[in-house]
């Protein structure tokens, strides 16, 4: 690498290299100086190590960090080391102050991709300038434009859109590697207000967890990472926290000599495995067998916490024998409440309902059992006359699920799963007598089929034994300190009226915001467009690619979803032909499963498509035109709030933008300046949202700056002032403070963030749902409890009322291997993954890693080119042979853009993502199918392949 | 003898295999031209040939009565080289998917991390560990010795090992020396150059890149003799840290703290506590015999803190506070000002 201010430097090495050196006389140097006017002296050279000590200097430091991914370890604090308006070298700067002598700090942070960031943002791939495609879409021919021509050719086909076909003419494809400030705020400011829907990637890229929104009723639960180091037990179930948490993983291994056991749940022996003291290696896709098996135990040798279950969760609740449902109150009570379910006290012997209920008073709502209550765990023989005269048998969830459990003792288990069946005994007996224990559930575990099945059965281990609400406890995700301010910047056209003093103001914004966007959404699922318009709906809703128990074909289940208008946000035919699409924050041909067909379809069809984009990736190449955006280092941003580290973190405008690049936020308000002029040039006024909201285009400038009183320092200072969570920070604090503090407080928007708590305090981890097991209030779920039991039609009608384990399906075809993938420690996503230096540090291609003997009885040897296929096709990958990899497995680590592979199509080319029927409930208490809370995700890691050696 | 010698510690235990050490050595000390293929801090897995590949069959360092042990030179393919790649031909290069991101110049088979993840033995029963290195600033250097320009320097205030480039005629005796393979060869500049324990940072009171970078917490730093400070605790009160191959002869001044892997599993798929997943004899190979010493030390130390909450050694390990792991060396760079040369 050469940059290019190291002349100097070069010369000064090449000179010490030599016996020249010892001669050389660099007060030679001194007239050139002399002639600048610099009036310090220059140092004289004395030896060989001056050239290090030079090499070790700045001009100035900046505060920076990487806004731009959506790294899910949250924030990390650098400083960046400038040299002649170029950012040189970064370095954690490690403000994170011890603030309990219980638990270690947070310092350093960071990791190789940060370390190498400043290569990233000056690297080949990088845009410098505007370019305009001039051969055909994907062809890679371009010419360099003017800023002028881009706007004024994309204003032109905006106003022409909008003026015929409103919003629904245009739609954008968003990734989520969007910085948590002014960018964010202005593409949702931008599209929001022309009415042009934008889609939700969460789960279309396949993280969400719906099996934790229809058990805990939030798809994100989590804390903070120090709470691991408190644990007695760490389960790694899915995940592989050392190579993808890279900077909170040393919370596990020095929770390991505090004395935690730590457990490592995959397949395959995975970087993560290393640092365990119990690795499991289940056939891929049998991880619900496992935790059920484990329950089993759990229950079978008593080691439940049986007040915590009493309390806490479902199992208690009453189900009727005849419909399978819950006993409701308006089955029994003339004008009953609705959603209120009820226990049977064994004392009393009577029915009561259970004040945690969602339909209870709602001023008397809570977990806390009164001195007098005895609800019965299992009780027998109860009966109750329904309104209809009927009399009906009742059981409760717990003993419908001893029933259930039955088939999963640990020798049938250890059939399913590969593992034996003592180690499945030692696992639940050390889990269930662990002081604290807690479940980190990778997100590859949404990425297959039956994941919620997977999650619901997890939870059940973690609720069983009283650790969801319990420091060092509970089944885990990750959660966010959600910035109010920034939601409200993003969606209030007129935020810089709000005032952070008034909070009554404030809250009356956020509610009026949500009715809006309930009305007329920006976002609509990413995941089910895909399905509906992306080409492919076949292999999708292929009954063969899919569980092969279900009654009827996913088809018939979507189509009756979608007739009873469960599922909102769903992108309907008026979405189904774009004229224009723009594409920001991802690269949606590679992250969609089947990614590549979006050229035959969406891409194919639409008249202009604008990438705002920071680098050539598989998106741009498809695309029309590409705006160079700005990186992290050249613009104010602020970091992705994940709660691992309980920090908000600052990324500072430090040098100016590479080559013609702007910010988000400069183009978009360029282009919204161009767009009223455009409009009131052709004398159009009012237009239409894509769901009929009119609007007057000649005010878009001015709606998107707020009458010229919003830019991107107003943005973060709007963050800064109207979240809860950074009440009290200002921006003159952060950058004294090397970017960072720490939260303050949690966000006002409540249930799905920061774990479901308001018990966070700066000096002390943060602890998911202490809410519910402290305070006693009732779980965001139709009970109000932990919800195991699911009386939606569907669940009831494929048999997953209750977690069960279900056979993964044979996606892609019969054949012999299962294609698994998990996040890499050498990229975000596709970030980083073409970046020469890191490449040089792995093998400069993608890889597959196999079994030895799996490779042998293909003829394949270390480093040969592999043709991975199956039904829907092929890719080319190199092969690297390694006993780590669970026989039957092929691994992929994710993010290898398609142009890095032989012949240009990914491992995501082959995965036919099959729906989960169950993600299309909907309208039923807490199961509301929304997106990012409860819809249809993408999955992959069921896919079926078999691997040849390729002979070029 | 040098009069102090600064020291390293590396926690095998925490060490995630993130190479964030190597890239910042990487960006701070070996980008310039010639450079490019050195990575003086290089993480390679074990089991496994390494890098440059097969280092520990090269030979070099010294026999147990003292003498030199033939080396032979490591040839530049054996490191691997900083590969370039066909970014414009696959953007720009008007062939769509027939074009992809190639490396130029042939198909490599060998890189500083060649074998990452790959380990030895047979599934379920597979092990590997991460193995990070630097340059071990030996006590009794084999690459000094083995200068004839007496270019290589051990200095005698703490005991770091650089090359003097002013000196040194590019002979590369002390590559063919150093049984650790750490010393590398400028091919523009022919000159010898090697991990220089960021002494720049060091004059300054700052940690080493590499260890002040690490977000495992892995790496601790000091002075050999500083009683009070963790490397000293490490090494010689608990014994818990070992040098990397002794019997090569040079007395290294950066000590591992050996890993411990999940229980194995016996033939029955049942765990089977009676053998380690890593082979005892593989681990002595590496470490020496004391190895199973530390391994029962670090056994016993964290039941202790398991069940009493105490050990002075697990506490040292857990680093509480990150600062208190750099033997005085935990000044900010940020506060530093440095003398440079004007621009």
Known sequence: MKLPHTNRRDFLCGAAAGAVALTLDLSLLRPVLAAEGVAKAARSYQDYRDVYREKWSWDEIGIGTHTCTNCASGGCAWSLYVKEGIVWREEQSAPYTQTNSSVPDYSPRGCQKGASASALYRSASRLRYPLKRVGARGENRWKRISWDEALDEIARELVTTLSTRGGAGAYVENGNNADFGPSWIAMVRFFTQLGIPITENFASVGDLMTGATATLGNPVPGGSSDDWFRTDYFVNWFGNPISTRIPDAHFITEARYRGAKIVSITPDFSPSAIHADLWISPRPGTDAALALAACKVIIDEKLYDEPYVLEQTDLPLLVRSDTRQFLRETDVVEGGRPECFAWWDEKKKQIVWSASSAGYDQDKRTLRLQPDDHPALEPQGVTVTLLSGKKVSLRSGFSILRDKLAAYDAQSAAKITGVHANVIRRFAREFAQAKSAIIYCGAACPKILHGDLVQRAQILMAALTGNNGRPGGGWQEMTFFELDGKILSAFVENVCDLKPDDPAGIWAALIQMGREQHESPTYFSGSMMRLEHAGTRSERLNPAYNDPTLPRTPEQFLKEALARGDINNYPGPELSKPEIIFNMFGNPFRHSRMGHRLAETRFKDARLIVDLTLRMDDTARHSDILLPTAGPYEKLGVKYSVAYPPYFHLGDKVVEPLGESKSDWDILALLAHRVAEEAKRRGVSTVTGYRGRPYDLTRTYERFTDKGRLNPEKAVELILELSPATKGITLEALRANKGVARYTGVSQLGKMWCGTTEDYKVDEPLVAFMDMSVRKRPWPTSTGRQQFYLDHSIFLEVGEELPVHKEPPMAGGHYPLTLTCGHTRWSIHSAWRDLDVLLHLQRGEPVIFVNPDDARTRGVADHDYAVVHNDLGQFIVRAKVTPGIRPGQVHIYHGWLSTQFVGGRDNDSICPSPIKVTQLAGRHGHINNDVGWYEVAQNDRDTKVDFRKHVA | ?343
Request: glycine share 10%; hydrophobic share 30%.
């Open chain 2, 1 to 343: 003898m040098s009069k102090r010698q600064l020291a390293m510690v590396m926690d095998l235990n925490k060490c995630l295999g993130c190479h964030t050490c190597t890239v910042a050595c990487k960006q701070l000390w070996t980008r310039d031209e010639g450079m490019e293929y050195m990575w003086w801090n290089t993480v390679n897995t074990m089991p496994g040939r390494g890098a440059p590949r097969d280092w520990e069959q090269m030979g070099g360092g010294f026999t147990p009565d003292g003498q030199a042990r033939p080396g032979r030179l490591p040839k530049r393919a054996e490191f691997g080289e900083a590969w370039k790649f066909d970014h414009e031909g696959s953007y720009y290069g008007g062939q769509g998917d027939d074009s992809h991101l190639k490396i130029k110049d042939g198909s490599p088979d060998w890189g500083p991390n060649w074998d990452e993840d790959e380990g030895a033995g047979e599934y379920p029963n597979s092990f590997h560990f991460y193995l990070p290195r630097i340059c071990n600033h030996c006590t009794h250097p084999a690459c000094v010795e083995a200068c004839p320009r007496g270019a290589v320097e051990k200095r005698e205030e703490d005991g770091i090992v650089t090359v003097n480039e002013d000196r040194c005629r590019g002979y590369r005796f002390c590559q063919s020396a150093c049984p650790y393979k750490k010393m590398y060869f400028n091919h523009q500049k022919k000159v010898a150059q090697k991990c220089i324990f960021c002494f720049p940072r060091i004059e300054q009171g700052v940690a080493p890149a590499c260890a002040r970078q690490c977000p495992g917490r892995v790496r601790f730093v000091g002075y050999r003799d500083d009683e009070a400070a963790p490397i000293y605790k490490l090494v010689d009160k608990w014994q818990v840290a070992l040098p990397l191959h002794p019997e090569y002869g040079t007395e290294p001044n950066v000590f591992y703290v050996p890993p411990v892997l999940p229980a194995s599993y016996g033939p029955d798929g049942d765990i089977d506590e009676s053998k380690p997943r890593i082979p005892d004899e593989y681990l002595v190979s590496l470490f020496g015999p004391k190895v199973l010493d530390a391994l029962a030390t670090i056994k016993a130390e964290r039941e202790k803190k398991r069940a009493t909450g105490e050990s002075e050694l697990m506490d040292l390990l857990i680093a509480y506070e990150w600062k208190n792991m750099f033997g005085g060396f935990d000044r900010s760079p940020e506060t530093v000002s440095v003398i440079r040369w004007r621009k």
